[in-house]
């Protein structure tokens, strides 16, 4: 694949990002959050050493963020690539949540939430946010309207929200449950999300929360444990290669090969079948993900 001109990217005057554009996107590309940055990589090469950032958006340099609310993009915990490629959603301890348009870095949409953990899409352009310690909350925005949420229900030290689609059901992660929601009256002005069942955790302190592709099984982190739930059976196990880790702070599985990646909040990333790493020098991300 060849890679084109290093170039800043204004789009409109609203964003402003530093990209290397790509003719293709790759299978092996890995999505990174931490600190005041969200940049993805290639897999092999950054693995090999090479460490060259094909994308990046910081919130600290968007032209379309206000001054005063930049602070709140301090710290960003959370990287999901979604849309089919075309969209990011990013998150910041700070309360900034925010979703991006990949190919320009305009933010096509921004709310507030209070030490916000985690996001995902919902069913009619709405966000669901993962609200953690001094928020303790899962809640929902309209990507169409206020910044405002527009329902919010309590879950002590929400860390993850994960939309199952195949099951029509919101999959959320908290400090010692696992809970799983309906929509109600989702094409009302007052949608809600119903609790439709919990399970507690093997272990406290719920961390990251992630689907296996092409399997039943959820993928999760706790204080001293990864494990799988299985969401037919509602049963949990323990990961067979991660189950006795500790403070894993994300955990993916690649869609295709299997590939894990395993972030700890360090200046190293680990990978599993087959093992590998990825070393920083400038960087100590919080989470990753494969790029689907």
Known sequence: MAVSRN?????????????ICADSVRADELIFAGGDEVFILDAGEAEAGRVNRLWRWSGQEAADIPED???????????????????????????????????????????????????????????????????????VFDMRGAEAAIFRIPLRS?????????????WALGFDELRRYRLDNWSSDRPSLEPDQSWRLPDDDGHDLRAVPGSADLLLTTGSTVQLFDRDRGVFRAHPELGGEVQVKSADVHPVSGRIVVG?????????????????????PYKVRWVD
Not at 7 to 19: D, E, H, P, R, T
């Open 158 to 170: 929400a860390h993850g929200v994960l939309w199952d689609d195949g099951r029509q059901c919101l």
């Open 264 to 284: 700890r909040w360090s200046s190293r990333v680990q990978l599993l079948g087959p093992g590998g790493e990825i070393r920083f020098m400038d960087a100590k």
């Open 7 to 19: 170039s800043w990217v204004a789009s409109g005057c609203l964003a402003l990002f530093w990209v």
């Open 69 to 139: 609310v930049r602070k709140q993009f301090h710290h960003l915990d959370e990287c999901k690539v979604v849309d089919g490629g075309r969209r990011v959603l990013v998150c910041a301890s700070n309360g900034g949540c925010a979703v991006l348009e990949r190919a320009t870095g305009k933010v096509l949409w921004r709310a507030t939430s209070r030490n916000a953990h985690s996001l995902d899409l919902l069913p009619g352009d709405r966000v669901v946010v993962a609200s953690s310690l001094s928020g303790d909350h899962v809640e």
